[in-house]
């Protein structure tokens, strides 16, 4: 039977309200979610949706107001438990600017075993292991500003594989990132789920992005709408426009060429648009 890593029941979060007159906002409302080890589920929604909201209680950041979130087994029910969490899944945040804390890239990645107190000797193994993982080795004693927005994404992603998490969680990764960037980062991310099996959550706005994991999640307003294969969810054009979501460009090509399947990728979309011309040359 398959495991679960996260499970959220019946979870509700509301921030409090401000001493300023801002009432009180509830940003997740009764959502039900199982994540299982080894998945890879990416997680779409427009802004405002409880996305982040949803990430940092899975990361033990913030508690539910209402409902569970247990991770591992571990019901995260207060801040002490945070630090036990953050070893189970680790997360990494949109702004590549505000995750880095050393000033060079080796340290860097160092900084979360060196707190947990692991042997050097075992912190410069695993430091070598996650830089070279994530493609970033050869900059190892590179000044992390100097970086670009990938390869900074890639340090973040490093620091986490250090902590030897069973799960990592990306809210927007690429969000500020170049077109090469984005590449890069999510090369890494499909190589540390299918290669090295770590769990995924990866929260984007990217149809691109999305279409390469497991499962995709759709939330609005706080809530679930949907779930399901990336076949099954963009198959439902209409329901994702509704939400104001899109659909991959191969997915609406294919869709406005009047090809009934549901296409995800430019390499589905070639080999389809070269069956129909092949089977029409026959
Ligand atoms: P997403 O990541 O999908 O854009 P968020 O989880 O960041 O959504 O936010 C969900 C809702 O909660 C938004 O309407 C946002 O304005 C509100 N919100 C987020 N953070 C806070 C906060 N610290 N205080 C009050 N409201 C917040
Ligand atoms: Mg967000």
């Known amino acids: 039977m398959r495991e679960k890593l996260i499970e959220l029941n019946n979870v509700t979060f509301t921030y409090e309200a401000d001493e300023d007159g801002t009432p009180g906002y509830t940003a997740v409302r009764d959502v039900s979610l199982d994540i299982y080890k080894g998945e890879f589920v990416a997680v779409l ?9 949803l990430a940092k209680m899975m990361n033990a950041i913030y508690e539910p107001t209402e409902g569970t979130v247990t991770v591992n087994g571990i019901l ?15 997360m990494v945040f949109q702004n590549p600017d505000n995750q880095i804390v050393a000033t060079i890239v080796e340290d860097d990645v160092a900084f979360g075993p060196e707190n947990l107190g692991v042997e050097p000797s075992e912190i410069r193994r695993r430091v070598d292991e996650a830089l070279k993982t994530v493609g970033m080795y050869e900059l190892r004693e590179r000044e992390p500003h100097k970086l670009s927005g990938g390869q900074k994404q890639r340090v973040a992603i490093a620091g986490v594989l250090a902590m030897q998490t069973q799960g990592i969680i990306l809210d927007e990764p690429t969000a500020m990132l170049d077109p090469t960037g984005r590449e890069e980062v999510l090369k890494t991310i499909i190589r540390l789920n299918r290669e090295i099996g770590i769990t995924v959550v990866l929260i984007t706005h990217f149809m691109d992005e999305a279409v390469q994991a497991d499962r995709v999640v759709v ?10 294969t990336p076949r099954e969810i963009f198959a439902r054009g209409e329901f994702l426009r509704e939400h104001s979501l899109d659909v991959p460009q191969s997915t609406e090509l294919c869709r406005r060429l009047g090809f009934e399947e549901c296409i ?3 390499a589905e979309c070639v080999e389809k648009i070269s069956s129909v011309l092949g089977g029409a040359a026959q």
């Open 45 to 53: 929604g427009h802004n405002g949706s409880g996305k982040s909201t």
């Open 76 to 90: 995260v029910d207060s801040e002490e438990k945070g630090d036990e969490i953050r070893r189970i899944v680790g």
């Open 219 to 228: 939330m609005d307003k706080g809530e679930i709408i949907a779930d399901g």
């Open 264 to 266: 995800l990728t430019p």
